[in-house]
């Protein structure tokens, strides 16, 4: 009985460590992710002049000039919490070369070994991400209205909890699509410029005109990025706010049992290369 | 023996290889053209989407919206050249000197920066690059003035300059791999840095925007690289005091010095190298 949680705890300890290693790269790579925020924001600034609306009072599809900086920021909130950097690249690699076969063969369930080494590179990331994060946001505090009420910040974290998920199932199952094709890479730059453009890492994805928002908005990819920015922006509230969260884990829930299910058919077809 | 190679010839190997390659593997390369393309229409959009939004990019600037798709096209026309001719030997490069693998391109009897950075040529980057000339076309159709012969021809000068800018920027970046041993920022680095010249120069012009304005105009000049042959075709062509010859005069002078000044590392790098492997 209590083996089970030794193992886990095990795993996540030495993913730990072995993260650790790289606590400078991503120091340094956290910051760096901010600078293509510097130019969104003169970017915007320089629309918002042009209508005259840069000094606070006008809006671009609902948002301020104010709102604008800071739903760019908090997006960088949600993509720390829903990217999964090298996942789906490494289980197709995995696949292609025949580690695969070392989860056939030992009593751990591939899923949980890949998700509780994703919480280590979180968490190690967090640790050391916070300081970036705090200067930053810091530094741009008045672009934020202050905090918003306390279950706002619970719903918003639930998102971004959900978000982690629904970022590890979503890549899981596309790294798994390498059971059927062995090259997957072209396809997960495919899926990463689709993502960029409709989670709203890019733009605030309710400024798209009809049926695109509608279209955009019904794909799962929008709980990536922006639906946490859009909870603590308090664009999403009561109802609305409830129907967004129950959806969410719907999207959760599906891509569990979709990657839980390419997993069972995949291992069925599978046939073990390289040493 | 003692002859030196006839560097052209050896290019237009590079290009017929790179070319054999990817036909080898024609449905990646097929992918890879239609993931380039995808992710110009998407930039596009966005930009298509601002401009439902707004008439200009800043106020008084000149930059509405056929203005800045000729400036969309010239990023276009820059980046997939870079991309095309250099950005995978960039990479192959830092590679090389983490496994020891340079070793083979330091015993050719050819110029190893030529080697190093034209080997591998990417085929799929016509793809964009096609699509920028389209957007150049047609935006420059929709525009008021009409650009002379003069600004055509200074034109593709500049474009050709902006390319050197970058390639030097990127060069100088993957040769401090020598150095660092493993580069693992370099990419994101060298996209982060040239990530500011995808907007016109005037929109740095406020606050803490000058800052980056005269570093990335003078330091790294990467807004140079795609302002100057922009703002040729964008904005009426009428030079008539020095100060409008400053900024075209800065970017030759810009587009040397990169040159000397990356040539310099890559030699000094070279000098530091350790083969890795045994």
């Not at chain 1, 886990?8 to 993913?15: A, K, N, P, Q």
């Not at chain 1, 918003?156 to 978000?163: E, F, H, I, V």
């Not at chain 2, 993957?174 to 120069?201: C, E, H, K, V």
Request: one cysteine or more; charged letters at 10%; glycine letters at 8%.
């Amino acid at each position: 009985m209590l083996s089970r949680p030794a193992t886990w705890w095990t795993i996540l300890r030495i993913s730990l460590e072995e993260r650790l290693v790289y606590r400078a790269d991503f120091a340094l790579g956290t910051l760096m992710r901010f600078l293509p925020i510097v130019t969104q924001m003169f970017l915007w600034w320089a629309v918002f002049e042009a209508i005259g609306a840069d000094k606070g009072g006008g809006a671009v599809a609902g948002y301020t000039f104010h709102n604008m900086v800071a739903y760019y920021l908090l997006t960088m909130i949600s993509r720390a919490f829903s990217s999964m950097p090298g996942l789906a690249s490494g289980i197709a690699q995995d696949i292609r070369d025949g580690t695969v076969k070392k989860y056939l063969i030992q009593p751990i369930d591939m899923l949980g070994f890949l998700l509780l080494n994703r919480v280590a590179h979180k968490l190690v990331y967090y640790l050391v991400a916070i300081v970036p994060f705090v200067v930053v946001f810091s530094l741009c505090r008045q672009f934020f209205a202050g905090w918003p009420p306390p279950q706002i910040l619970v719903a918003c974290l639930a998102s971004l909890l959900m978000a982690f998920l629904l970022g590890f199932f979503l890549e899981a199952t596309l790294g798994m699509i390498g059971f059927w094709f062995l090259e997957v890479n072209s396809l997960l730059f495919v899926y990463m410029l689709f993502s960029f453009f409709c989670s709203g890492h890019m733009f605030p994805i309710d400024m798209l005109p009809s049926p695109w928002r509608e279209l955009v908005q019904g794909m799962p990819l929008q709980y990536l990025a922006y639906f946490p920015a859009a909870i603590f922006l308090g664009k999403v509230t009561g109802a609305e706010l409830v129907r967004g969260l129950c959806t969410q884990l719907c999207w959760v829930v599906v891509f569990i049992i979709t990657a839980r299910a390419a997993f069972h058919l995949g291992t069925r077809r599978y046939s073990a290369f390289g040493g | 023996m003692g002859q030196r190679p006839w560097y052209f010839r050896v290019l237009l190997t590079f290009l017929r290889n790179s070319l054999v390659r990817d036909m080898t593997f024609r449905a990646n390369f097929l992918i890879d053209t239609v993931s380039s393309i995808s992710w110009v229409f998407m930039n596009l959009g966005f930009y298509l989407l601002i401009f439902s939004y707004t008439p200009t990019i800043g106020a008084r600037t000149g930059w509405g919206k056929y203005e800045f798709f000729l400036f969309l096209a010239t990023t276009l026309l820059i980046n997939s050249l870079v991309r095309g001719l250099f950005l995978e030997n960039a990479v192959e490069f830092s590679e090389q000197i983490r496994t020891g693998a340079l070793d083979f391109a330091l015993l050719k009897p050819i110029d190893t920066q030529f080697l190093v950075s034209l080997g591998r040529i990417e085929w799929s980057a016509v793809g964009p690059f096609i699509c920028g000339l389209l957007l150049l076309v047609y935006s420059l159709g929709q525009v008021e003035h009409t650009p002379g012969a003069l600004q055509a021809v200074l034109y593709v000068f500049y474009v050709l300059c902006g390319v050197v800018i970058y390639y030097s920027l990127m060069i100088s970046m993957a040769a401090t791999s020598i150095w660092l041993g493993q580069n693992r920022n370099l990419l994101d680095f060298w996209f982060y840095i040239t990530n500011f010249s995808r907007y016109p120069m005037e929109i740095y012009e406020k606050g803490l925007g000058f800052a980056l304005l005269y570093v990335f105009t003078y330091f790294i000049p990467v807004l140079t690289a795609v302002n100057v042959p922009a703002r040729l075709l964008a904005k009426p062509f009428s030079p008539t005091t020095l100060a409008d010859w400053l900024l075209p005069g800065f970017a030759v002078l810009a587009t040397a010095m990169s040159l000397a000044v990356s040539r310099w590392i890559f030699n000094r790098a070279l000098l530091s190298y350790r083969s890795a492997s045994s």
